[in-house]
Structures are given as C-alpha cells and as structure tokens.
C-alpha cells in the first residue's frame, strides 16, 4: 500500500509538473508575469519565492496551475489557492492588460502558445517516454506464436510466426495494440495485414464475443477474441528509429483516448469505465511491481490522456481557453472578462462533478470487490 501511495504520488506529481511547466516556460518566453507555479491546489502547504514567482506545493494532489498575471479568470485561479477577493479592479488586481506584462496584453499567437504549452508538453514527454523504452527494453513486435485450432483466426488462415503489421486498417507496433484493436470489435469482421515470410497478406476474421471481468475496473464487458497467442520480439532501436516509433505510439494512443470519449458520447462505453487517482494508483503499483519500462509506458499513457482531457473545450481547461481565442479570433475581440469568468466558474463546477464522479467510481469498485 506505501508503495503504491508512493509511486501514485511520483506519477501524477511529475505529470503535472510537466503540464505546468509548459505554460510556465511559454509564459516567460513572451515575457508573462507569473505570480505563482503550483503543484496541487488549494491553500499552500509549503513553498519559496525566486524573483517574482512564489513555487508552492499545495494540498489539494489533484492538478496544479501556473497564475499568470492579467488573467481574466485570476479570481478563479485566486478560489483555487483559498484566497479572497481578487475580482479584477479590486485593490492590488488591476484589470487585465492594463500591464504590458499582462497575459491579455499579449499578441494572439503568443497567448495560442502559452495555452497549448502544457498540452504540448504532455505529449513531448509521452514521446520521449515510448522512445526511451524502444531503446532501452527493446521494440516489442506483434508475432503470432499460437493459433488456438477451430478459433477464428485459424478459419482465416493466420499462422504462428505471422507478423501482425495493421489490424482494420491501423497500424500497430505492439501485443496491446493488437488485443486492444481486436477487442473493439467483437462478433465483426475485421481485416488483419500480416508479415509471412516477407509477403505481406490479409486475412479478414470475425472475433468471437466474450465476458471478460477486470479485477481493477470491477466490471464485465463484452470484448472480441480471434484465439491467438501474441509474442513479444524485437531488439533495441537507435535514436532515430526510437524516436519515429515514440511518436507513432504517441500518436496511436492519442487516437485510442479520443475514441474512447467518443464511445462515451455514443454509449458503446459506459461511464461507470471513467476512472479516477485511485484506479491511477492501483495501475501504477502494478507497473511499478512489474518494472522501470513497465512503470514509464503507463506514465506515457496518462499523460496523453492529460493532454487529450485538457484539450476538451471546457472552460478552465486548456481547451476551454484555446476556445476563447477562437472566439477572439473569429469575432476580432475578445470576451468580456465578466463573461470569461462567468464560463470558467461554470466549466469548474463540472471538471469537479467528473472528478467526484471518477472518485465515486473508484470507491464503488473497491467496495464490489
């Protein structure tokens, strides 16, 4: 349990510190004030000042946030520290832009920049991550080392030693990317490009419909099975091939998150699925449990999710605030600040119902155990 609390802590905090930093190095590049840079929020429980940024860590380990001056949404920002009344035109909070050194104040594309810092950043960080393991653990292929007789797959035709290259169409570079693509698709045919013997071939197989039960999630679903047994070979990459692989798993489970929100929106995915920090942690202790490579894969894959969650077009979101300057952008001026806030305080009502969501699924599948 210490362990698992321990390398919870280490992965949502460096992911965060990541996030954060983005916007905190974009945010001093175009020469943005920034008060604080917190890991955390609510009140502060410890931190130091360098220069004019105070670097805290606070209570609440469920995010953090960069407080960049002129800000139209600062009372917000203010709400999330436990502070008072820092509505701007109060005494000490001027209206924002009214500073050269004010976020408002600056160009449109340098405000594009500092809001998509974050993001970026999380998706950088994914990718060095997937290249690093390239390396270091190897690159892991999709070979094909059993067919189980009478199974879907050996109606097709496919054959231990075959290759799997793409599966409906989408590449895939790993066992995961295999079963998690096969598994989408159950009792519907589905063309699979393999690798024999240098000839590239397609065989199209029907998966099979089958109950799994997750003893993490808790929960029963539907998955399709084609009665294969997938190895894992492959040696070390160099930095270029890595860094080309790093990108594209990026890149795959980028496209996974986003079809997954999108099988939320059509009900092929039940909300029940939508996890919060504690199913983090007890996947975290697992990886932990199952190595460094293991451990550093998953972090790659929150932190696309990260990115993917902060590019929602909600209000108190990154993608909330890239919306506003579409808005700008379209309309040739901004909204007015009254108007910014009044979305971002309703935006936070509902990034903090999902959290308390997300939480109540976790407890509710502690408590079915």
């Known amino acids: 349990m210490i362990i698992t609390i321990l390398v919870t802590v280490l ?6 510190f990541v996030h954060e930093l983005g916007h905190f190095a974009a ?3 175009v020469g943005i004030d920034v008060p604080r840079f917190s890991i955390g929020l609510g009140p502060k429980m410890l931190g130091f000042r360098r220069g004019e940024t105070e670097y805290v860590l606070s209570w609440i380990p469920l995010g953090g946030y960069v407080k960049m001056a002129g800000m139209a949404d600062e009372e917000i920002t ?3 520290e436990g502070g008072g009344d820092d509505r701007p035109g109060t005494a000490g909070h001027p209206v924002p832009g009214s500073s050269p050194r004010d976020f408002d104040a600056k160009p449109f594309p340098a405000r594009v920049l500092v809001i998509s810092a974050g993001v970026i950043m999380n998706w950088l ?3 060095v991550a997937f290249a690093a393991i ?4 190897g690159v892991l292929e999709p070979r094909i080392v059993e067919v189980e007789e009478g199974s879907p797959a050996a ?7 075959d290759l799997i290259k793409r599966v409906d169409g989408v590449s895939v570079r790993d066992p995961t990317q295999v079963t998690m693509r096969i598994e989408r698709r159950a009792g519907e045919a589905v063309d699979i490009l393999v690798d024999r013997d240098g000839q590239d071939l397609t065989f199209v197989a029907t998966p099979d419909a089958v109950e799994q039960y997750s003893d993490i999630t808790g929960e029963s679903r539907t998955v399709g099975r084609i009665g294969i047994r997938i190895g894992a070979d492959g040696g070390r990459a160099g930095p270029i091939e890595a860094l080309g692989r790093g990108w594209s798993n990026a890149a ?5 998150v986003v079809q997954f929100l999108a099988d939320l929106v059509t009900g092929r995915s039940s909300a029940r699925e939508v996890g919060g920090p504690i199913l983090i942690g007890e996947i975290s202790g697992r990886a932990a449990r199952a190595g460094f490579w293991e451990l550093l894969g998953f972090m790659a894959i929150i932190s696309i999710n990260l990115a993917v969650f902060n590019l929602l077009p909600i209000p108190v979101l990154d993608g909330g605030h890239l919306l506003f300057l579409g808005i700008e952008g379209v309309r040739g001026r901004a909204l007015t600040i009254e108007q ?3 979305f971002t305080t309703v935006g936070m009502v509902f990034v903090v119902a999902l959290m308390l969501w997300a939480v109540g699924n976790d407890i509710l599948r502690v408590v079915l155990r």
């Open 78 to 80: 203010s709400k999330l």
């Open 125 to 127: 960080f994914a990718v």
């Open 340 to 342: 910014r806030v009044r």
């Open 155 to 161: 109606e097709a035709g496919l054959r231990s030693e």
């Open 252 to 256: 795959y489970w980028g496209g996974a």
């Open 134 to 137: 390239a390396m270091g653990r």
């Open 27 to 29: 945010a001093k590049s």
């Open 11 to 16: 992965v949502l905090g460096v992911l965060i």
